[in-house]
């Protein structure tokens, strides 16, 4: 692998394309292209990095460097075990049914479990146990009868978690269909909310490929589907207002500042009235109006306003472990940016220990290390680049 982004800039752009003709088609100043290849930057935006990735026809990843795995030397597990589950033929055989289905409360237990997994960034464990969740749950909601939404409902909350699994993994061809499996699923399983919820995800999936406008019309869309009236309970109000906060971050990634602004305004006076929550795998009240407050404002480039933010994460936070993660990730990133260095490394070393698996495979931290080796070579930031698989 490349030692920084520059290098695989270059060498994805080849002779193909003069500097020059790269950043005509990615939208972006030349001097960004030389200085990225050269080394005098480490990094870039979100969206710069995302229009040059287009302009070059690679995913973001390949610029960053992301780790692609887990890998198993098992038939049964892994990512590709996980795919083959997701593109079965045993409808086309007219087998379906066939495979063992879990009971309903096991079913439940089950998926349970694999969430709480994937909110403590387990990838690697979870990638052993999908695909065999996914065959029993396929097989309960073909043969169910006399609790068939349960069961559809049951199986399109695995699929989910497949797609945000493979999405961590850098997978996001697979991720898509098992999103669009989930919403297929939900739909027999006739519960508006989780149809709209994970609709959200689908806008999350968009946003990750850099596909910003789409995001956020499919989020807002999702959003007006399941809006509250007056007398709403709190499990509509916390999904809509996590829908919200999906169509902000997107409008925020899109350049367009003030209207995610406005939008995470919207998000914050329903966090007044539902608290802190976690409804159909989904967190959101005032610690994620917070934690994507800090996001948007480091994507936006407000740096300083980022870590002004952070500063009003509820000390009660309820926030996932791989949340609170991401959320020092993107303080990290801040202080990076502030000339912070140290302030910086500390964060992501607080984000490892607290949530290793988490880090093995995030791109983020990744792109913080890189540009802090641009400046610094202090033990912990050389041990940290080490364990993360970032050279200079």
Known sequence: MESHIGSRIRGLRGRILTQRELAEAAGVSVDLIRKLEQGARRTASIGSLHAIARALDVDIADLLGRRVGPLSTEPGAGVVAVRRALTTVDDLLDEVGQDAPSSI?????????????????????????????????????????????????????????????????????????????????????????????????????????????????????????????????????SNYGSLIITAATAAARDGRTAEARHLMAQAAEVAVHTGDRADYETYFGPSQVAMQTVDIAVVTEDYTGALSAATRMPRDSTLPLASRARHLADQAFAYARLGRRERAVQALLVAERMAPDWMEYQTLPRRVVSELLGAERSTPLRELAHRLGVSD
């Open 105 to 237: 409360g096991q079913a439940r237990r089950t998926v349970a479990y694999g969430w709480a997994a994937y909110w403590h960034g387990r990838y690697a464990q979870l990638v052993g146990l999908l695909p065999q969740m996914i065959v029993q749950l396929r097989a309960s909601a073909a043969v169910e009868q006399a609790s068939r939404q349960s069961a559809h409902e049951l199986l399109s909350r695995c699929l989910w978690l497949a797609g945000c699994t493979l999405v961590h993994l850098g997978h996001p061809d697979p991720a898509w269909l098992a999103i669009r499996q989930a919403i297929t699923a939900a739909e027999q399983g006739g519960d508006d909310l989780l149809c709209g919820v994970l609709r959200g995800s689908a806008a999350w999936q968009l946003l990750v490929q850099g596909r910003y406008v789409e995001a956020h019309r499919l989020a807002t869309h999702a959003a007006t589907s399941i809006q509250p009236g007056a007398d709403a309970d709190p499990e509509r109000l």
